[in-house]
Every structure is written in structure tokens, then in C-alpha cells.
């Protein structure tokens, strides 16, 4: 059953990116998108969809701040893509791991990218991770 469900996310995850990317590159919003599918998409792919748009500009500074010198505009539409889907999963989805958030990511621009892609992803999702984990360590919340 669990090997269903990842199936099932991995999907939704990979429909999201399809959907994503057909929104930027049509300047729609992600719900303009969703409107236009002639079979609506999974839940998870709407919540994926929904997450981000909601929380767009948080995700947006982050992937900002840990480019490091690159602005957010000169990436590659894939890449910023899946960088938004494993942010919000990692920091809005509660049931999926980090781990899977930051694998998932890394395994689709393996798949849909360039060939240096899952290493930059790896890396832009590694420091605000390792920051994140590094802001906790040092709140007292032991």
C-alpha cells in the first residue's frame, strides 16, 4: 500500500511541475491552469498547486537568498519549479519527510532538467535545510 501511495506523489509531484511550468510560461495563475485541464488533477497535485501559490513569496525569498548571486528570474523555469514543490512540501507539507521532499525534487530534474540541475537543486534545498535545522538547534528547543 505505501509503495501506491509514493507512486501516487511522485506523480502528483511531476504534475505539478507540468502545471507549474505551463503557468509560468503562459503568465496564469496556477488556478487559471487547473480551470483549463479537461480532467482535473489529484488532490495532491491541487494541494501542491495551492500550497505554493499561497505561500509563493516566502518560498520565493528562500530560493532567492540561497542563490547565491542568481536571481530568481535567470533560473530555469524547471528548476524553480521544483525548488517551490520542495520547499512548500518540506516546510508546509507536515506528512512528507524532508528527505523525500529534497529526493523527489533532486530525482525529477534528473528527469526533466539539465545536467547539472539535481546538483544545484541539491545544494539551494541542502542550506536552507541545514539553516533551518541550524535556527532550531540554536532557538532552546532541546
Given at each position: 500500500?505505501?509503495?501506491l501511495a509514493f507512486a501516487g506523489r511522485r506523480h502528483a509531484r511531476e504534475r505539478a511541475l507540468e502545471l507549474m511550468y505551463e503557468?509560468?510560461?503562459k503568465s496564469i495563475s496556477p488556478d487559471a491552469v487547473l480551470d483549463l485541464q479537461s480532467i482535473v488533477p489529484d488532490d495532491y497535485t491541487v494541494q501542491i498547486m495551492h500550497g505554493i501559490e499561497e505561500h509563493q513569496d516566502w518560498i520565493d525569498t528562500q530560493i532567492s537568498t540561497y542563490s547565491y548571486k542568481w536571481d530568481i528570474e535567470r533560473l530555469a523555469v524547471v528548476d524553480k519549479q521544483l525548488l517551490r514543490i520542495a520547499l512548500y512540501e518540506i516546510y508546509f507539507?507536515?506528512?512528507i519527510p524532508t528527505a523525500v521532499a529534497i529526493d523527489e525534487a533532486i530525482e525529477l530534474a534528473k528527469q526533466f532538467s539539465t545536467e547539472d540541475s539535481p546538483?544545484?537543486?541539491n545544494g539551494i534545498l541542502?542550506?536552507?535545510?541545514n539553516e533551518k535545522d541550524d535556527e532550531k538547534d540554536n532557538s532552546g528547543d532541546l
Open positions: 500500500m505505501a509503495s503557468a509560468e510560461m507539507a507536515d506528512e546538483k544545484y537543486i541542502g542550506n536552507i535545510v
